[in-house]
Nanobody
Framework: QVQLVQSGGGLVQPGGSLSLSCIAS????????MGWYRQVPGKQRELVAT???????NYADSVNDRFTISRHNGLNTVYLEMNSLKLEDTAVYYC???????????????WGQGTQVTVSS
């Protein structure tokens, strides 16, 4: 019913910057919280940042002051600007959206396909 398509990411040297975007499409009445998560092999997926429909943000301590999450409600899009990247930021990054399908309030959480971010010298 809903698809999240990610773009961006890639390879960057330590201290560099990258950006990610995620566009939601399909049966969407409203999107509540949107967010970014990341996962490295052998570890659980972890929260990077979230943003509510009203713009309230929350960040993991490890990325606070380096990453910025934003969204465009009219475009059903969430962004992640990543600055001062570190080796330990290397991971597959996933976007997530809590989507409401209709005025009745039915909805679900959806994930993007994942995007590799590699920080390496």
């Amino acid at each position: 019913q809903v698809q999240l398509v990610q773009s961006g990411g890639g390879l960057v040297q330590p201290g560099g910057s990258l950006s990610l975007s995620c566009i939601a499409s399909g049966t969407i009445f409203r999107i509540n919280t949107m967010g970014w998560y990341r996962q490295v092999p052998g570890k659980q997926r972890e929260l990077v940042a979230t943003i509510t429909a009203g713009g309230r943000t929350n960040y993991a301590d490890s990325v606070n002051d380096r990453f910025t999450i934003s969204r465009h409600n009219g475009l059903n899009t969430v962004y992640l600007e990543m600055n001062s990247l570190k080796l330990e930021d290397t991971a597959v990054y996933y976007c997530k959206a809590n989507v409401v399908h209709s005025w009745a309030g039915d909805g679900s959480a959806y994930w993007g396909q994942g995007t590799q971010v590699t920080v390496s010298s």
